[in-house]
């Protein structure tokens, strides 16, 4: 698989990436906060959310344009969200996921420049994204990481997708019925 990466400048308004990140900090205080759910999340760990519905909708409204970076089409499969504290980092790997195959890391908030390194065989890439930006790359063969933060937050949505005449189109929504499901439980 190719150790391409693709940066596109200023896909995503300031508006657009503002109102997203207002969404997902009412949810990270929610779900650490609010008692709702049984299993509240631990704010000792980072805030991570697979496909809320205001993700996957991002997956959607960008799939036309990360598409045309492509020979094929595209199938969406699923988006997740993660705010970084200060001195967090995301440690060098691939991503483990089948459903994985083209990842597009976005940029919605930050506080301090932030690179995101990629391990190609000859050289390591980083990569800086300005709030709106993207990166395009192919996470399951592409070593990817992060060194820890200077700043205070920075708000990062992923969004996945798989090609339409691959051998993965069967992973077409992560083999949810929808998007904004949760993963079907495993039986
Ligand atoms: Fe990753």
């Known amino acids: 698989m190719s150790d391409k990466t693709t940066i596109l400048r200023k896909v995503i308004s300031n508006e657009l990436c503002e109102f997203l990140s207002l969404q997902f900090r009412i949810l990270m205080i929610v779900e650490y906060d609010s008692g709702l759910y049984s299993k509240s999340a631990s704010r000792s760990e980072l805030?991570?959310?697979y496909s809320p519905l205001f993700l996957d909708s991002l997956l959607l409204y960008l799939q036309p344009l990360i598409q045309e970076?492509?020979?094929e089409r595209l199938l969406p499969t699923y988006s997740f969200g993660r705010i970084y504290?200060?001195?967090d980092a995301l440690p060098p790997h691939f991503d483990c996921r089948a459903s994985s195959e083209i990842g597009v890391s976005c940029c919605l908030s930050k506080d301090s420049e932030w690179s995101l390194d990629f391990y190609k065989s000859d050289k390591i890439e980083s990569v800086?994204?300005?709030?709106?930006d993207v990166v395009i790359y192919h996470g399951?063969?592409?070593k990817h990481g992060r060194?820890?933060?200077c700043g205070q937050?920075?708000?990062g949505a992923f969004l996945f997708y798989v090609f339409e005449n691959g051998p993965l189109k069967h992973l077409k929504y992560d083999t949810r019925p929808f998007l904004g499901c949760p993963l079907p439980r495993k039986s």
């Open 147 to 149: 060194a820890p933060y």
């Open 128 to 132: 800086s994204l300005e709030i709106g």
């Open 69 to 71: 970076n492509f020979k």
């Open 153 to 155: 937050e920075y708000i």
């Open 85 to 87: 504290g200060h001195q």
């Open 140 to 142: 399951p063969s592409l």
């Open 47 to 49: 805030f991570s959310k």
